[in-house]
């Protein structure tokens, strides 16, 4: 490692880094000039619906904290999607995702149906602010659904430093008991943290067993299955819905919240006249524009001055990143809900709040 | 009344209606494109890495000259299909939608002296927004030849058979340097200061390219550094006659139209078209001879469907004739000698003086 860096850098200007990847492929999948590559080198399936996907990285992957989240990018059909997930790092050279399957999500699906091992994806940089906690004081965990991946990390880390001897609590909501992921491992981590105390909570179970309980994270559950709420340190991960009904149960009876909630991307449609946020990632602006303009004229009545050419969806000059919203492309390429590299503001119409790399 | 340039006469409205069924035609094409357009262009690329290895390494054993012949065969294929297939593409953001910075039509640098970047802008935007526009689309002619009796006449002209010649062995050094105002330079209008930073980076692109193809891989080559240096040569020259012949072939045939600047005033969608059709020409040829011309065989559908992948045009081409038939309008295809014949003839013809023609008054609509 040591010896490769410097060579790296002294014959960097004579190296096209996609030729040298082209090649490299042919002996390595996941080696790569300057991209952050994994390689999958198995795969499980953890529970209804759900994958875990192990990953051996390439020198370019950094290796984030436990609880914190990476996007990935696999090809789907053709095209790069890109997608956040909690990885759990057991080593610098071994990573796990565990993916659940979103009805109609097309990366979840591919992810947990198509991938197979020897296929290679490409993982960000780590980012998020839920990592390790304060060890000395209790900790309470809610997750519903895959918010489980984050606080998985967190829990084996803590298991493995043996750091904590405060109280744990984990409150772990699922639709029905095949749905719950990790759950030998869970019941059997209180040997390790003598302190942690798991209450699964199924809301659409027919029958449930004894330790198993049934309700919404109202303020009313929450009381009763922690007690001693005031002095917890209180992270939550799980759909918007779910973290706003946690947040506002806890609110003013914890010590800290933090919290990540995942939303799949929203299809509504919008109203020609209704008013669109536009968040413009480089410069920091946000502006207010109507939706049923194209993004060339509406940005420029805003006051900004993106390059442009032909005006009529030809020449490209443009197009810019979109990083997040859903847009439509005015010249009869539909309704696009992913980030893209390149939108021609001038055929594009946006169908919600976006955000743009301008 | 005006003069309309299409040899059936269209109404406004008729023009419309012709333009909503090419904007029909690609939004079926558009809702289809998916995973065989990735995994073609994909394959497009991994030819010419291969074919670029086997050249390369064929003329490494140059000193035989029928491994030095294959060599620089296969190292002009490799050049002309990333050139055009998969660079020309590619930078029109064909690919843009598989989000794959290798395929991204912004980032792209191709294999020629010249920059993605000016190119961008002479052909992405001038050429194909203003198509055959008289003093708007600077590939008319690239300010060095008279292609058509609307171009005044000059003394300078006589010899643009020659200068023909020489700039299609050169034909990559002309893109290069398309974009750099040397006409405004001569003519005073900017400093040799302004020239200079213009040319920076094309300066650059131009000494890179020099030092692969002329210094590096002769010199990897050791004792054949000579046979190494003119495959090279070659190669590029052989590129270099290719690409002018399909290019010129595009817009300068026996029955393209030019236009007065006056056909850009209140445009529509539907006359944008026309324009496309009426100012380009197409090949015939099999598939692997469309493949290297990068699809431009298909100049009227490229022009057209900018955005959408090269492979399509050929099935776009059947329905656009079939359109094109229903609104009487001419369809210009031939074989490639027929095309090149006519685009030979008017480099011949034009050189010498002719009746002036004009432009004036010459619309795409007929009432």
Redesign the interface.
């Known amino acids: 490692m040591s010896v490769i860096r410097p060579i790296a850098r002294l014959i960097s200007p004579?190296v096209n880094p996609?030729?040298f990847d082209?090649?490299a492929a042919h002996f390595t999948p996941a080696l790569s000039w300057e991209r952050p590559l994994a390689k999958v080198v198995a795969r499980e399936v953890v529970a209804r619906d759900t994958v875990t996907l192990i990953l051996r990285p390439n020198r370019h992957v950094r290796q984030g904290l436990p609880g914190q989240h990476v996007n990935v990018t696999a090809?789907v059909?053709?095209?790069?999607?890109?997608r956040s997930y909690s990885p759990d790092w057991s080593s610098r050279r071994r990573l796990a995702l565990t993916i659940k399957r979103v009805p109609e999500g097309r990366m979840s699906s591919w992810l947990t149906q198509r991938c197979r091992v020897g296929d290679v994806l490409e993982i960000g940089p780590a980012f998020g602010d839920m990592t390790p906690p304060d060890p000395a004081q209790p900790w309470l965990f809610l997750a519903a659904g895959s918010g489980i991946t984050p606080l998985i990390s967190l829990l084996r880390h803590a298991a493995e430093q043996r750091a904590s001897t405060a109280p744990i609590t984990l409150l772990y909501w699922a639709r029905t008991r095949a749905d719950l992921c990790f759950l030998n491992e869970l019941g059997r981590l209180h040997e390790r943290l003598p302190g942690f105390r798991l209450h699964t909570i199924l809301t659409r179970e027919a029958s449930l067993l004894p330790h198993e309980r049934a309700g919404r994270p109202d303020a009313a559950l929450l009381a009763e299955l922690v007690p001693a709420l005031d002095g917890q340190l209180a992270y939550a991960c799980g759909p918007a819905g779910f973290v706003g009904a946690v947040r506002e149960g806890l609110a003013g009876k914890v010590a800290s919240f933090s919290a990540e909630a995942f939303t799949p991307p929203a299809l509504s449609p919008v109203t020609e006249s209704q008013p669109v946020r536009v968040t413009l990632a480089r410069s920091g602006r946000e502006l207010t524009i109507p939706a049923g303009m194209a993004l060339l004229p509406a940005l420029e009545a805003a006051g900004e001055r993106p390059a442009y050419?032909?005006r009529?969806?030809?020449?490209?000059?443009c197009?810019c990143g979109k990083l997040a919203g859903s847009t439509e492309?005015l010249?009869?390429?539909?309704i696009n809900p992913?980030?893209?590299?390149?939108l021609?503001l001038c055929v594009s119409r946006a169908r919600g709040d976006i955000s743009l790399d301008l | 009344m005006s003069k309309s340039v299409a040899r059936q006469a269209l109404s406004a409205a008729e023009i419309e209606q012709f333009g909503a069924e090419i904007d029909a035609l690609r939004e079926r094409t558009l809702a289809d494109i998916g995973e065989a357009d990735a995994r073609y262009i994909r394959r497009i690329h991994a030819t010419v890495r291969y074919t670029e290895l086997a050249g390369r390494g064929l003329l490494f054993f140059g000193i035989f000259p029928p491994a030095w012949v294959l060599g620089t065969l296969l190292l002009a294929l490799s050049k002309i299909l990333e050139n055009m297939e998969l660079g020309h593409n590619v930078m029109h953001g064909q690919y843009d939608w598989m989000n794959d910075p290798r395929f991204d039509g912004k980032t792209y640098e191709w294999d020629i002296v010249g920059t993605s970047d000016s190119w961008r802008k002479t052909h992405n935007f001038k050429h194909h927004t203003y198509t055959n526009v008289k003093g708007m689309d600077d590939d008319i002619g690239y300010g060095l030849l008279r292609l058509f009796p609307e171009q005044r006449w000059r003394p300078f002209f006589l010899g643009q058979p020659l200068y023909a010649v020489v700039f299609a062995l050169l034909f990559q050094w002309g893109v290069a340097i398309q974009d750099l105002r040397l006409g405004a330079y001569f003519a005073g209008r900017i400093s040799r200061d302004e020239l200079g930073e213009q040319f920076r980076p094309i300066g650059r692109k131009m000494r890179r390219q020099l030092l692969k193809d002329y210094v590096f891989f002769p010199l990897v080559a050791g004792p054949f550094f000579l046979p190494v240096l003119l495959g090279n040569l070659v190669a590029n020259g052989l590129r270099n006659l290719w690409t002018f012949m399909i290019i010129f072939c595009g817009h300068f045939t026996a029955k393209v139209a030019v236009f007065p600047k006056s056909v850009l005033k209140d445009e529509s969608r539907g006359q944008w078209y026309l324009r496309q059709l009426l100012g380009s020409s197409n090949l015939r040829g099999g598939r692997v001879f469309h493949i290297l011309s990068g699809n431009l065989s298909h100049q009227i559908e490229h022009h057209l469907f900018p955005d959408i992948p090269a492979r399509r045009y050929a099935a776009l081409s059947k329905e656009i004739q079939a359109i094109c038939q229903r609104y009487g309008l001419h369809y210009n295809t031939g074989s490639l000698w027929v095309q090149f014949g006519q685009v030979v003839w008017r480099i011949l013809r034009y050189a010498l003086p002719s009746k002036p023609a004009s432009l004036e008054g010459r619309s795409l609509v007929s009432d």
């Open positions: 004579l996609v030729v082209f090649w090809a059909e053709g095209v790069r999607l890109t050419g032909c009529m969806g030809i020449c490209n000059t197009a492309d010249l009869g390429g539909g992913e980030p893209v590299a390149a021609r």
